[in-house]
Every structure is written in C-alpha cells, then in structure tokens.
C-alpha cells in the first residue's frame, strides 16, 4: 500500500478552485519533486495531503502509522520572542536533552540549542527546521522549497544532507522545488502541477515534456542546463545559448 495518496483530490479557498482532478500516490523510500509556477497550488498540495486543508473533492488516504516530518517553506519567529532552539524543539512534544544534542548533531549544527530561532543563519534555520522534523522518525519527509533564501553552497549542502539523512533512516522525500537543477538529478519523479498535473515522470522526461516547457518557458533554461551538464554531460547542441548563459551565471 501507498504512504499516502490522492485521488480526484480538489481544493478550493472561498469558491475559487485552487487544485483539480489530482491523483498522486507516494511509496516507500521514493524522492518525488513537485514543481510549478508561483501560486500553481504546490504548498496546498502538501497542507492537502498533511490533512491541515480540507479536499473539497476526491480524498487523501494515508496509510495506518505514518509519520510525516514537515519543513514548512516559512515559519515567522517574533524576534522579541525569547524561543531558545532546545525549546522550539520540544514543542509541542517534550524531547529529552540528549535527544536533542543527536538530531542538532545530525543536521550539522550542534551548536545551536541554547541560541535564540531569531538569531540564527537562514541556513541554520533550516537545519533546526530538519532536526524538528527527524524528531518524529518520519517515513515520509516533506520539503516545502526549504532552500529558499540560501545561497548556491548552502542549497547544495542541505539536499546533500537529505540525502544522507533519507539514506539513513530509508525515509520517502516529498518536495517542493525551484532549484530544479539540484533536485532534479536526484528525483525518481518530478510532478509538475498548475492546479492540476501538468506532466509527470522521470526528471529527463519532464524536462523534455512541452507542458512543462510552455510554464516555465526560458526561464529556467540555464538551470536546467546546469543540471544536465554537471551530471549526465549531454552536449543538446539545441540548447547551446542556455549552456553558455549558464556557464555565466555559475562562474558568477
Ligand atoms: N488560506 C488561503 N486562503 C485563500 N487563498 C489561498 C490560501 N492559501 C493559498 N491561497 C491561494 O491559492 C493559490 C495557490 O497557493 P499556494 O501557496 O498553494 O501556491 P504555491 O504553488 O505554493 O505558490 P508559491 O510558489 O508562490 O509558494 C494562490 O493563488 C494563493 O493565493
């Protein structure tokens, strides 16, 4: 049986149809990148599926048991909010010092637990926001854009870290993404969606897909290039100005 899955799934915000005749089902251990364009309906996806928003058709089933550890895309902490990160950790379920000392441990930033969530990094804020997540020995992690804000390195050092942290504990990665060239390589499938499933399949499969193409127009040329230069070396002789646009942007 699926982790999770939607059938017909629909949501609609005061009458206005935000997502439509979606099906989707996750299995065990799978990497599953949901793409689109801003306000396609990719966060209510996820609070869909978390059971947070209410299916105005269809249903979500989740199998019986399953954990699922959520990265928000945001999490606004007041700044004169005193919220130590041990404490934020131990909300709302009271985690034990030694727990927290591992999981921080885990996601590479051990020293953070008597720091303050409004000091810290965005990309610590980030990891914090992981750890919170591994807390609750997830069989399915779900990653809503959580590398939005960081920079090149700290984007690529966070997806290296889910990958080592689903490696670990064989958990299925559902995410939401615009650094298509990062999460791309490392999808069994990308789902493309604007309000409804657009297109759907392996990464090189979406990428080639005209419905794809015709969302994200040039827009994402180099990225997409970057992805597939660094990892399968294609030389696509049509897509030679999106390599060199490309090679600029990198070396910038
Ligand atoms: N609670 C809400 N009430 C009313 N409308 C909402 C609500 N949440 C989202 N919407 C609307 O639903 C649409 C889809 O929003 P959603 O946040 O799911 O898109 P998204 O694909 O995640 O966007 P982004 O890439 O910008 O984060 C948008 O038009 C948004 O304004």
């Not at 939607?6 to 005749?21: I, M, P, Q």
């Not at 105005?56 to 989740?62: A, I, K, M, W």
């Not at 999490?75 to 919220?83: E, M, T, V």
């Not at 390589?185 to 409804?196: E, K, L, T, W």
Request: charged content about 20%; hydrophobic content about 40%; some cysteine.
């Amino acid at each position: 049986m699926s982790l999770i899955s939607a059938v017909g799934l629909g949501v609609s915000y005061g009458g206005r149809k935000v997502l439509f005749d979606i099906d989707f089902q996750l299995e065990r251990g799978e990497i599953v990148t949901i793409v689109g364009p801003n306000g396609s309906g990719k966060t209510t996806f996820l609070r869909a599926l978390l059971g947070v928003v209410a299916p105005s058709r269809g249903r979500v089933t989740r199998a019986k048991g399953v954990s699922v550890g959520y990265v928000p895309q945001r999490l606004h902490i007041d700044p004169g909010l005193p919220l130590p990160v041990s404490r934020f950790l131990s909300l709302p379920k009271r985690r034990s010092t030694s727990e927290i000392a591992t999981v921080l441990e885990r996601v590479g930033v051990p020293d953070v637990a008597r720091q303050n969530m409004a000091t810290l990094s965005g990309g610590q804020f980030q990891r914090v926001l992981l750890a919170r997540a591994l807390l609750v020995k997830p069989d399915i992690l779900m990653l809503d854009e959580p590398t939005a804000g960081l920079d090149q390195p700290g984007v690529a050092s966070f997806y290296r870290l889910i990958d080592e942290v689903r490696r670990e504990i064989g958990c299925a990665v559902l995410s939401v993404s615009h650094d298509l060239h990062v999460v791309m390589s490392a999808s069994d499938r990308v789902i493309c969606i604007n309000g409804h499933v657009c297109c759907e399949g392996a990464p090189h499969v979406v990428r080639a897909a005209p419905e794809y193409r015709a969302l994200f127009g040039l827009g994402t040329g180099g990225a997409l290039a970057l992805y597939q230069h660094s990892h399968d070396h294609e030389h696509d002789h049509d897509h030679n100005h999106d390599h060199e646009e490309d090679h600029a942007h990198h070396a910038g």
